[in-house]
């Protein structure tokens, strides 16, 4: 696996991290522990050196499935984890939103150390900006913890561009996270020019459109209620048969270069900028497998100036997120 470094921090990892979320969350029921810790070990045997969890995910439940599946390989990987919401730290439950104050991110850092099984936690996200909290406060906060020794990196997701550069100012980032694809290039207009300018890596989650851009799905795909796509404008019936102009796009490159569509999807981002790293995830080895494929995958310069002329000719319908999601966003 070729390795890429976040930015000018110096933080290097495999050039395709695991999104470890749908393993625990989000996506309907999880996967049982031991599957969970296989496909994680796996990644690791196929030169996947990145990992990204979070306190929120489960509540806790991703984050202790991290620790124990990764604990034999810890001075071989990077595990990123979050911070930023109010979670009863005895229920799991979540209280009223987001919770950035400092005591707080300190508290988090404590108990994540504890379910990940190690001693120090490699890249600590904010999860979602606090606007109660100045972010120079959260920035200060992480600060400490990198002074004590208990966190090595800081990182912002879901940040605006204000947001990163004041944090950047009291603590260097050394990663922002946000969604980016083919299917969503929101980030391109301030946010990629931003992180270039100060030295930043990216990291985009939801690569693949949340499994839209693999080619899977349909306008016939519906999806149980405990999977948050049920609830997504752009997952609706109605959108899916819009957006499939993309990835009819991503099938016919795909077809020219004998791959598949998802991994084109992954290609193209790793094809923008040497320091943005994509987070893909599965709970299938088959499709781990796939996806790794994309870092052997070379566009040129005519296959992306191709690719960008036939999507600016699509405009893709629906909301990522569900209204109130998006009001959490920094964006």
């Given at each position: ?56 995910y489960g509540p806790f439940t991703n984050e202790a499935l991290v620790g124990e ?64 909290v100045p972010i120079e406060d959260v920035a200060g906060a992480v600060k400490e ?187």
């Amino acid at each position: 696996m070729q390795k890429r470094k976040l930015g000018k921090s110096g933080l290097e990892v495999s050039a395709l991290g695991l999104g470890c979320m749908g393993l625990s969350h989000a996506y309907g029921q999880p996967v049982d522990k031991e599957t969970g810790i296989a496909l994680l070990r796996a990644a690791v045997e196929r030169g996947v050196t990145f990992f990204d969890t979070a306190e929120a995910y489960g509540p806790f439940t991703n984050e202790a499935l991290v620790g124990e599946a990764l604990g034999l390989f810890r001075d071989r990987v990077v595990i990123a984890t979050k911070f930023g919401f109010d979670i009863d730290p005895e229920t799991g439950r979540r209280g009223g939103g987001a919770n950035s104050r400092p005591e707080h991110v300190k508290a988090v850092a404590e108990a994540s150390l504890k379910r990940l099984k190690t001693g120090v936690i490699d890249l600590f996200y904010q999860h979602r900006v606090d606007p109660a909290v100045p972010i120079e406060d959260v920035a200060g906060a992480v600060k400490e913890l990198i002074q004590d020794g208990k966190v090595r990196h800081f990182g912002l997701s879901e940040a605006g561009a204000g947001t990163i550069r004041r944090a950047h100012a009291v603590q260097k980032v050394t990663a922002v996270q946000s969604e980016y694809s083919l299917w969503y290039r929101g980030p391109e207009a301030e946010i990629l020019p931003t992180l270039e300018e100060l030295g930043i890596g990216f990291v985009p989650f939801s690569p693949l459109g949340a499994g839209f851009l693999t080619g899977k799905m349909d306008e016939s795909t519906r999806f149980a209620g405990t999977d948050f796509r049920a609830n997504v404008p752009r997952f609706a019936p109605d959108a899916l048969k819009a957006n499939m102009a993309l990835v009819d796009l991503l099938r016919d490159v795909a077809r020219r270069k004998g791959a598949t569509p998802a991994q084109i999807a992954l290609a193209w981002l790793l094809a923008q900028k040497p320091w943005i790293v994509p987070i893909p995830g599965t709970t299938k080895l088959s499709r781990l497998e796939e996806n790794l494929g994309a870092a052997d995958i070379a566009l040129t310069a005519d296959d992306l100036q191709a690719m960008d002329a036939a999507a600016s000719k699509i405009t893709p319908k629906g909301d990522r997120l569900p209204e109130a999601m998006m009001k959490m966003t920094g964006l």
